[in-house]
């Protein structure tokens, strides 16, 4: 099993660009996760989704983010603009339903650096 | 949501048993006490889980206090890989959700 494969894995970019962060969860998985990593504010839940649908976003920072998930085998994550204040660790775990969904499996991180 | 509240780092010797403590004296009956740890430029990764009764699996052992209000994590041995921060969350099955609130965990460091 490969595990969440997060993508990139370093994206460096500047203020007011859009940025993109992809992520594949493991494969039979029905919830999705997308978390924020900062040294202030530590490890936020920003949006999760059960069989693709969106079910709690209210983590999302602001309106210049937005996440989507078209398919079980795959998340967006987008910031625009993007902003020095967005520089984090991105992290994308997912896991399964029912009694299994108490484990949730972490990819290995986005780290956003803006400019 | 109910709040968990952890000793902010701890200190362990190779090879000896670790007993790290969580205070949640506002858990609701539901409430799930999770652990997860997060090794250094890693993701966070699942240790263990519980409702009510002490559990263990093969990475850890989990004591629940009969009152809920706190819980022990306990590794067996410690061992250098095990140097993480550990966090203690609550999970409440509202409305079937399954949002994490993790704290600012205990660091453990590991002395060889």
């Known amino acids: 099993d490969a595990g969440v494969i997060q993508s990139p894995r370093h994206e460096v970019t500047e203020m007011g660009q859009e940025v993109t962060l992809r992520c594949k969860p493991i494969?039979?998985?029905?919830?999705l996760f997308w978390y924020r990593q900062t040294m202030m504010r530590g490890l936020e839940l920003l949006i999760y989704?059960?069989?693709?649908?969106?079910?709690?976003d209210s983590g999302m920072p602001e309106d210049r983010f937005s996440a989507k998930m078209p398919n079980a085998s795959f998340s967006t994550l987008k910031i625009q603009p993007s902003e020095p204040r967005d520089s984090a660790v991105y992290f994308c775990?997912?896991?399964?339903?029912?009694?299994?969904?108490?484990?949730?499996?972490f990819g290995p991180g986005t780290r956003l650096t803006v400019t | 949501d109910a709040k968990t509240t952890q000793p902010n780092s701890m200190e362990s010797n190779e090879e000896e048993p670790v007993h790290l403590p969580c205070n949640h004296s506002?858990?609701?009956?539901?409430?799930?006490i999770h652990w997860y740890r997060q090794l250094p430029s890693q993701g966070p990764e699942y240790v263990i889980h519980?409702?009510?009764s002490n559990v263990n699996n093969r990475m850890a052992s989990l004591a629940i206090a009969e009152d809920r209000k706190s819980s022990t994590l306990i590794l067996h041995r410690a061992t250098l890989r095990d140097a993480a921060v550990y966090y203690c969350?609550?999970?409440?099955?509202?409305?079937?959700?399954?949002?994490?609130?993790f704290g600012t965990g205990t660091r453990l460091k590991v002395l060889a």
């Open positions: 775990a997912s896991s399964l339903e029912g009694a299994r969904a108490e484990e949730q499996y």
């Open positions: 494969s039979g998985h029905d919830y």
């Open positions: 989704f059960n069989n693709n649908v969106p079910i709690d």
């Open positions: 506002t858990i609701s009956g539901t409430d799930y």
């Open positions: 519980g409702l009510t």
């Open positions: 969350i609550l999970r409440g099955p509202t409305s079937g959700t399954y949002k994490y609130i």
